[in-house]
């Protein structure tokens, strides 16, 4: 016998639906009868037609308040933010307005309306000295982005709503629409034969798109709350991470050219020796992410690259 609850469609908002996060969130919930989902940007359109849609300002408190009176959400999905770490230097006010206020209104307004709110956080909180790093590691930004994150954290702490920070970094995976991610730029990169300079002393465990939908689909599930950190299995450098990449698609690998990061001469300085250690989301959230060639494997098949 079918029970009134397993009728009533939970109600998930995704914030920052057209980014890379966004699309496969929005790509896993279509597919899922429980649920009824409403998507939102700063872009005009959706990349979905089908999916009711709208472009919202984050930094706009009363474009926050109007959408969740709108839709009403039982869960709000955070995928939204300004990640152009670089940019965050010369437009502090941008940053903080969409990483921390636009947070805030988020949390006051989820409260209001009773939603869970799941929202996207990063390793750049850390300083990259000592990674990887645990959930129990005490944040130590060096760049105004990684603080413009650590700050929306925080914000959520304070807020008195229902909430979950995730942690995670270099997002790759098979994102149709937008700017390419790391691996599709790689690949692009080196079928037109260019060379391309890559770091060797930046260290990640690089995170598969679908792991990370899978985990939030989990987190939704169980109902969890608190922070949980979400990565790959497998920790090493930039460098070494692009040369599976060529190795895996059979491309030169004699284009890729090994760098020091202080020979960017980047803005915004980078943590270094960083990462995040899931086993909290492996033993909460049966957290089994794939392997960087099952990933690249499952990327080529929808891909067709």
């Given at each position: 016998?079918?029970?009134?609850?397993?009728?009533?469609?939970?109600?998930?908002?995704?914030?920052?639906?057209?980014?890379?996060?966004?699309?496969?969130?929005?790509?896993?919930?279509?597919?899922?009868?429980?649920?009824?989902?409403?998507?939102?940007?700063?872009?005009?359109?959706?990349?979905?037609?089908?999916?009711?849609?709208?472009?919202?300002?984050?930094?706009?408190?009363?474009?926050?308040?109007?959408?969740?009176?709108?839709?009403?959400?039982?869960?709000?999905?955070?995928?939204?933010?300004?990640?152009?770490?670089?940019?965050?230097?010369?437009?502090?006010?941008?940053?903080?307005?969409?990483?921390?206020?636009?947070?805030?209104?988020?949390?006051?307004?989820?409260?209001?309306?009773?939603?869970?709110?799941?929202?996207?956080?990063?390793?750049?909180?850390?300083?990259?000295?000592?990674?990887?790093?645990?959930?129990?590691?005490?944040?130590?930004?060096?760049?105004?982005?990684?603080?413009?994150?650590?700050?929306?954290?925080?914000?959520?702490?304070g807020s008195g709503s229902k909430y979950t920070i995730i942690r995670t970094n270099v997002l790759y995976g098979p994102?149709?629409?937008?700017?390419?991610?790391f691996v599709k730029w790689v690949v692009g990169s080196l079928k037109e034969g260019k060379e391309i300079n890559i770091?060797?002393?930046?260290?990640?465990?690089?995170?598969?798109?679908?792991?990370?939908?899978?985990?939030?689909?989990?987190?939704?599930?169980?109902?969890?709350?608190?922070?949980?950190?979400?990565?790959?299995?497998?920790?090493?450098?930039?460098?070494?991470?692009?040369?599976?990449?060529?190795?895996?698609?059979?491309?030169?690998?004699?284009?890729?050219?090994?760098?020091?990061?202080?020979?960017?001469?980047?803005?915004?300085?980078?943590?270094?020796?960083?990462?995040?250690?899931?086993?909290?989301?492996e033993t909460e959230l049966s957290y089994k992410p794939h392997s960087i060639e099952e990933s690249l494997l499952l990327?080529?098949?929808?891909?067709?690259?």
């Amino acid at each position: 016998m079918i029970s009134t609850k397993d009728l009533i469609k939970k109600r998930v908002l995704i914030i920052g639906s057209n980014g890379m996060l966004g699309q496969r969130l929005t790509e896993y919930f279509i597919k899922k009868n429980k649920f009824e989902i409403f998507c939102c940007s700063a872009e005009d359109e959706s990349f979905y037609p089908d999916v009711e849609y709208k472009k919202i300002n984050l930094a706009e408190k009363k474009d926050v308040k109007n959408l969740l009176r709108h839709f009403y959400p039982d869960v709000i999905i955070n995928a939204a933010a300004y990640t152009n770490v670089d940019g965050c230097e010369t437009n502090k006010e941008l940053a903080w307005n969409i990483n921390v206020l636009g947070v805030g209104y988020l949390a006051q307004f989820s409260r209001a309306f009773q939603s869970h709110l799941i929202h996207i956080s990063s390793d750049y909180v850390f300083d990259g000295k000592n990674g990887p790093y645990t959930e129990k590691d005490i944040p130590n930004p060096i760049s105004y982005y990684g603080r413009s994150k650590l700050a929306s954290e925080n914000v959520l702490k304070g807020s008195g709503s229902k909430y979950t920070i995730i942690r995670t970094n270099v997002l790759y995976g098979p994102a149709k629409f937008g700017r390419p991610d790391f691996v599709k730029w790689v690949v692009g990169s080196l079928k037109e034969g260019k060379e391309i300079n890559i770091v060797t002393d930046q260290i990640n465990n690089p995170t598969y798109l679908d792991d990370l939908v899978f985990a939030i689909g989990k987190i939704i599930e169980l109902n969890k709350e608190g922070l949980y950190n979400i990565g790959g299995p497998e920790f090493l450098s930039r460098y070494d991470f692009t040369l599976r990449i060529a190795r895996f698609f059979n491309l030169n690998k004699s284009l890729v050219n090994p760098i020091l990061t202080g020979e960017l001469k980047q803005p915004a300085p980078r943590p270094l020796k960083s990462g995040l250690i899931t086993l909290k989301a492996e033993t909460e959230l049966s957290y089994k992410p794939h392997s960087i060639e099952e990933s690249l494997l499952l990327m080529q098949k929808e891909l067709n690259f």
